[in-house]
C-alpha cells in the first residue's frame, strides 16, 4: 500500500542509486521506500537537484511544498502518465458549455451540503442541541438547485458554510478554539489556523488522486479555472471537507491532542506549530485509512479510496456514461 511522506525538518532530500533519503541538518539519514510512496510533503526548508526531481518524475512521486506558516505553496506535477486527449477535450467542453458546468458546480455543492449535514447529525445523536442548524443547511439544498449562475451558486455554498461553522463552538465548546467568524489570510484565531491548515492538505491530496486518472487538474468547475492554479481539486475538496478535515480537527481538540500552547502569532495571523501539525497530519492519515461500507461498490473502501472513486465517477459523467452523484457519509 502506498504512503505519503511529511517532512517537517530542514535539510537536503537526495537520490541514491535506486533510492531516495533525507539527510536533516545534523546529518541523520532517513531513507525513503521509493516504490511503496505516494506523495512527499515538505514543510522544512528542503534543498533537492534536478537528478531527484527526474527520479521522482520516473516513479510518479508528485512533491507537495509548504511555507514557512504549514500552508500549501506549490507542487511538483509530474510528467501525466495517463494522459487523455479526449477527456480532456470533455473537460473543456463541459466548462466552456454553461448549462453542463453548472450541472456539475451544483453537484459539488449538494455534496458538500449532504456532508454537512452529516456531520451536524453525527453530533445531534450524541446530545448536541443542532437541529436548528439542520433546518438551516437543509434550507439551502433547494435554493442551490435554483441558481443560475456560478457566482450565485457559489454565494449559496458560503452562506451555507457559515452556518455550518457556527456548530464548531457547539461541538468543541471551548473558549480558547471560539472560531467567531471565518478568516483565511491570515488565520485570526487557533480555529481558523486548523481550518486553512486542514484545508490546505485535502487539496494536496485530491490532487495526488487527480494525477492517477485521466482527469486535468486545472479544469474546475465550481472554482473559476485560470492560468494561476489547480481548480479540479478544490471543487472535490469541497465534498470531503466536512468529513475529512473538520472530523479531524474535533477530534484532536476534544481529545485535548492539540492545545492552545500549540499556536504561535506572527505578522497579524495564528499559525499551527510544528508538534501540531505532526499530530494533524498523523490523525488525518489514519482518517484516509479508516475504512466504511461503500454499498455501491459492495465492500470496504478507505476514505482516500473514496476520493480516487469520485474522481472516477466525474470521468463517467464527463463522457457519457453515467450522470455524476456526489458521495454523500452514510453513518
Known amino acids: 500500500m502506498s504512503e505519503s511522506i511529511y517532512v517537517f525538518s530542514s535539510g537536503k532530500l537526495q537520490r541514491k542509486?535506486?533510492?531516495?533519503?533525507?539527510?536533516?541538518?545534523?546529518?541523520?539519514?532517513?531513507?525513503?521506500?521509493?516504490?511503496?510512496?505516494?506523495?512527499?510533503?515538505?514543510?522544512?526548508?528542503?534543498?533537492?537537484?534536478?537528478?531527484?526531481?527526474?527520479?521522482?518524475?520516473?516513479?510518479?512521486?508528485?512533491?507537495?511544498?509548504?511555507?514557512?506558516?504549514?500552508?500549501?505553496?506549490?507542487?511538483?506535477?509530474?510528467?501525466?502518465?495517463?494522459?487523455?486527449?479526449?477527456?480532456?477535450?470533455?473537460?473543456?467542453?463541459?466548462?466552456?458549455?454553461?448549462?453542463?458546468?453548472?450541472?456539475?458546480?451544483?453537484?459539488?455543492?449538494?455534496?458538500?451540503?449532504?456532508?454537512?449535514?452529516?456531520?451536524?447529525?453525527?453530533?445531534?445523536?450524541?446530545?448536541?442541541?443542532?437541529?436548528?442548524?439542520?433546518?438551516?443547511?437543509?434550507?439551502?439544498?433547494?435554493?442551490?438547485?435554483?441558481?443560475?449562475?456560478?457566482?450565485?451558486?457559489?454565494?449559496?455554498?458560503?452562506?451555507?458554510?457559515?452556518?455550518?461553522?457556527?456548530?464548531?463552538?457547539?461541538?468543541?465548546?471551548?473558549?480558547?478554539?471560539?472560531?467567531?467568524?471565518?478568516?483565511k489570510r491570515p488565520p485570526t484565531n487557533r480555529m481558523n489556523a486548523l481550518i486553512s491548515f486542514g484545508n490546505s492538505l485535502l487539496y494536496t491530496i485530491v490532487l495526488s488522486e487527480i494525477y492517477k486518472t485521466h482527469l486535468d487538474p486545472r479544469i474546475g468547475y465550481l472554482h473559476t479555472t485560470n492560468f494561476r492554479r489547480f481548480t479540479l481539486n478544490l471543487d472535490v475538496a469541497e465534498i470531503f471537507k466536512p468529513i475529512l478535515i473538520d472530523r479531524v480537527i474535533f477530534y484532536l481538540l476534544n481529545k485535548k491532542v492539540i492545545g492552545p500552547k500549540n499556536f504561535n502569532e506572527r505578522l497579524g495571523g495564528i499559525y499551527l506549530d510544528e508538534p501540531g501539525r505532526r499530530a494533524f497530519v498523523e490523525r488525518l492519515e489514519e482518517r484516509l485509512k479508516t475504512t466504511i461500507n461503500h454499498t455501491k461498490v459492495g465492500k470496504q473502501v478507505s476514505y482516500r479510496r473514496l476520493i480516487r472513486l469520485e474522481l472516477y465517477k466525474l470521468e463517467k459523467h464527463l463522457m457519457g456514461e453515467e450522470n455524476y452523484a456526489p458521495f454523500g457519509a452514510e453513518w
Do not use: C, W
Open 17 to 183: 542509486h535506486n533510492t531516495i533519503y533525507f539527510e536533516n541538518n545534523e546529518g541523520a539519514r532517513k531513507y525513503i521506500p521509493i516504490e511503496n510512496t505516494r506523495e512527499i510533503h515538505i514543510f522544512g526548508e528542503v534543498s533537492l537537484n534536478k537528478e531527484i526531481l527526474e527520479y521522482l518524475s520516473k516513479k510518479e512521486i508528485l512533491l507537495h511544498f509548504y511555507n514557512y506558516y504549514g500552508y500549501y505553496s506549490g507542487s511538483f506535477y509530474p510528467r501525466e502518465h495517463y494522459n487523455s486527449g479526449y477527456l480532456i477535450l470533455k473537460q473543456a467542453e463541459h466548462y466552456l458549455d454553461e448549462e453542463k458546468r453548472l450541472t456539475l458546480a451544483k453537484s459539488f455543492v449538494r455534496g458538500a451540503l449532504q456532508n454537512m449535514e452529516k456531520v451536524l447529525n453525527y453530533y445531534e445523536n450524541r446530545g448536541l442541541e443542532l437541529s436548528p442548524l439542520i433546518e438551516k443547511i437543509n434550507s439551502f439544498f433547494q435554493s442551490a438547485e435554483e441558481q443560475e449562475t456560478i457566482e450565485r451558486l457559489m454565494a449559496i455554498e458560503g452562506n451555507a458554510r457559515q452556518i455550518y461553522y457556527s456548530s464548531f463552538d457547539l461541538i468543541v465548546n471551548d473558549q480558547e478554539f471560539s472560531l467567531e467568524s471565518r478568516t
